[in-house]
């Protein structure tokens, strides 16, 4: 697949039409979502949503650790908690770190 072939659109809109996940994915690396997906596009050919997936596994394990009554066994029971905890994670890598491939 070549990065022009990434099934996920490229919105005009700052944010466009992405997730809150993959909103604070592309916060933690300094980026809008939309420059973040042309980004990974280049950044992972064959794969353009792999760096989400690997982060945002990387942010579940955490979120688990630092939450663990926001889950049932493997299913995340409070998903507001999620998503506050989400932006939190992506801010404090922001902030920490310089922006990240």
Do not use: N
Not at 29 to 54: N, S, V, Y
Not at 56 to 64: I, Q, T, V, W
Request: proline fraction near 8%.
């Amino acid at each position: 697949m070549k990065p022009e072939d990434c099934p996920i659109p490229v919105k005009e809109h700052p944010l466009g039409d992405f997730t809150q996940e993959f909103t604070a994915y592309a916060m933690a690396h300094g980026r809008r979502p939309a420059d973040q997906l042309a980004h990974d596009k280049e950044a992972w050919p064959g794969g353009c949503m792999a760096g989400f997936i690997t982060w945002m596994s990387g942010a579940l394990r955490e979120f688990k650790r630092q939450h663990p009554e926001a889950w049932v066994g493997d299913s995340i029971r409070d998903q507001s908690a999620k998503q506050i905890f989400l932006a939190a994670y992506a801010v404090q890598q922001a902030t920490q770190t310089p922006a990240r491939s």
